[in-house]
């Protein structure tokens, strides 16, 4: 069982051992692992789960970084996705909406999130 499947969410990202992780819901559509390959998170599976883990030899702030757009633009597309407290910082926060909202004014696009049920909200 998948963190996202133990906290009723579509995604769960998350630093262990120094790597960083974004597990997915059990049966996750297609289209969400893509998000998060586009994302530049790196797809990996077993015999039994999927998973991505951000790319070794980031550093610190560029791991927060990632992390954060990550859950911004999977929540502005549906997905119920929450980021662990290791990764949050509120400059980076910040900053990463500023950077957002910048990109959305000159036309860039959220991918919609493809029709599924909703999923439980959690608080962290």
């Not at 963190?3 to 597990?23: H, Q």
């Not at 289209?31 to 991505?52: C, E, N, P, V």
């Not at 909202?101 to 991918?111: D, E, F, I, Y």
């Amino acid at each position: 069982m998948s963190l996202a499947d133990e906290y009723g969410t579509d995604v769960e990202i998350y630093r262990r051992d120094g790597t960083v992780y974004a597990d997915t819901r059990t049966g996750a559509p297609e289209q969400l692992l893509t998000h998060l390959d586009d994302l530049g998170f790196i797809r990996k599976a077993s015999s039994i789960y999927t998973w991505h883990e951000l790319p070794e030899g980031l550093s610190h702030a560029e791991t927060h970084r990632r992390s954060l757009r990550a859950v911004l633009l999977l929540t502005a597309a549906g997905y119920d996705a929450n980021i662990s407290h290791n990764l949050y910082d509120k400059a980076t926060h910040s900053a990463v909406v500023a950077q957002l909202k910048s990109r959305t004014a000159k036309g860039a696009q959220v991918p919609p999130r493809a029709a599924s049920s909703p999923s439980s909200r959690r608080s962290r």
